[in-house]
């Protein structure tokens, strides 16, 4: 059966000598996996369409047999220049492909995830990109694969949150109202409330990394995973290198 599919490439490795295993997220069947062989020898009739992050669209053979792919024809559909210019904006598109990659089941059906990812990457290739992008992107993961972040109220008393949180419990699904936290000194770094307060009211955050860590633990805690995000540490080093 030949499939045709928008798809964004998440990862690409070599396989053998002269062949790739490309990974993708297409809209209708999930993330798949591709085996391109002699992938160098086709790599100039597929132009950039599989290239790590482009968007493309991908005709493409399913067989019952083999969890690996073959592709009939790809052709580039936006391959996200800006993005790609910005240091900072091609690493926070690799720690959400990473996301994606490691997290989601293996073709399940994941249009909303594609439309979210290929929104972000929209955003990304534009400039200046809003700074607060990857925790925009997580708390919206977070709240797709039912592991909504409560900011809005406390998650002890319903009450509709009128400051800055008290405190923040994962465990309990988000943010303490100050009266129901009064009884502890508050697990969660007074910088971090200040900016949940503040995504909340949707005002400029002031220490993004601390907010994008917090929601990224959030998801694997409620995921139950392990798995490392390892584009993280890229984007951490982009940053401090930006910043100099
Ligand atoms: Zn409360």
Redesign the pocket.
């Known amino acids: 059966m030949l499939i045709k599919s928008p798809s964004i490439i998440l990862h690409r490795y070599p396989y053998s000598d002269s062949s790739w295993v490309v990974k993708a997220l297409t809209a209708s069947q999930g993330v798949v996996s591709f085996l391109v062989k002699g992938g160098k020898r086709h790599e100039f009739s597929f132009k950039n369409a599989l290239d790590p992050l482009s968007f493309s669209e991908i005709v493409f053979k399913k067989t019952s047999k083999s969890e690996l792919y073959f592709i009939k024809e790809a052709s580039l559909i936006k391959w996200f220049p800006e993005m790609r210019n910005n240091l900072e904006a091609l690493a926070i598109a690799q720690v959400m492909a990473e996301v994606i990659l490691r997290y989601t089941p293996q073709e399940a059906e994941l249009e909303k995830e594609f439309s979210l990812l290929l929104n972000a990457f929209e955003s990304l290739d534009s400039s200046p990109i809003s700074p607060s992008i990857l925790v925009q992107w997580l708390f919206e993961i977070n709240d797709l694969w039912g592991y909504t972040i409560a900011i809005q109220y406390?998650v002890?008393?319903?009450?509709t949150l009128k400051e800055a949180p008290g405190d923040f419990f994962p465990e309990l699904g988000g943010c303490?109202?100050k009266?129901?936290a009064s009884d502890s000194v508050p697990r969660a770094n007074p910088l971090f409330l200040k900016d949940l307060w503040l995504f909340n009211q949707n005002m400029p955050l002031e220490k993004i990394p601390l907010m994008e860590k917090a929601f990224l633990l959030y998801l694997q805690r409620h995921l139950g995973s392990s798995q490392e995000i390892h584009s993280v540490q890229w984007l951490k080093e982009v940053r401090k290198i930006c910043s100099q």
């Open positions: 406390c002890k008393c319903g009450t303490l109202c009266n129901c």
